[in-house]
């Protein structure tokens, strides 16, 4: 997980600079916090609390970023397939005269791949696995079909392409439902949050309150418990909405 972390941020790190990294933050953040909770336990749990928060997040962005991909590639992939009856090069090349219509995200691999056909001498399956290999695992249907009619294009063979425009259809619907069960999670999140933010708020506004709070080993004990709740239920949050499936059957 961390390995692919790194590589989709393309940070130059190896697996034992991260862990390096990581572990520096972790005791600079224990002896940060432990000037405010005066508890070294504390200190240890707050500290391992928001740095797996952190991670959290960044694993959480990353995702993001690959569904934008994926939802391109089904783009460019419902493009294609209507065109590619008159082979497959021919209708990239169609599509990629309006820069409108590919994704600025992936419109360079498709270029890419013109390019190796038609300057760099790659056959075309060579240039496809190419492609294939920069877009993943969402292209190896359409990465394998258009090999195939390339290869052994006969009359009708076409109509091969269309499965994945139904494919992409039936995903874009999983997807949906799966958005919607995201955003009543987060909110229902941003709404415990909000509620344990209101109290510090007005624990602040009390001299007595605030006194307590700061000034005594349970009161900053329960400064402590809340943040960790918070980081804790936010990667609870985010792993959750990472392991959902959805099947097309499903309501």
Sequence with gaps: MVENLIEDYHQPLTLEGFNTVLSFLIVVAVIFIFLFVKNVVLSILVSISLTVAGFT??????????????DAIMDAEDLLCPLAREGVLVAIKKVLESKEQISPMIRPYFMQFVDNCENHGYSFKRAMEVLNRQLGSKFDSFAEKAVVFEYNERKGMADIFLDIVDENAALREINAR????????????????????????????????????????????????MIITVCLSFARCQMLQRDITIKKGDK
Excluded: C
Excluded at 57 to 70: L, N, P, V
Excluded at 190 to 219: C, E, H, Q, W
């Design 178 to 225: 799966k958005n919607r069960i995201f955003r009543e999670m987060n909110r229902e999140f941003i709404i415990k949050t909000a509620l344990i933010f209101i109290f510090v708020m007005y624990s602040l506004t009390n001299p007595d309150l605030r006194k307590f709070m700061l000034l005594t080993d349970l009161g900053r004990t329960i400064n402590a418990m």
């Design 57 to 70: 997040y960044f694993i959480t962005q990353a995702r993001h970023g690959e569904s934008a991909k994926i």
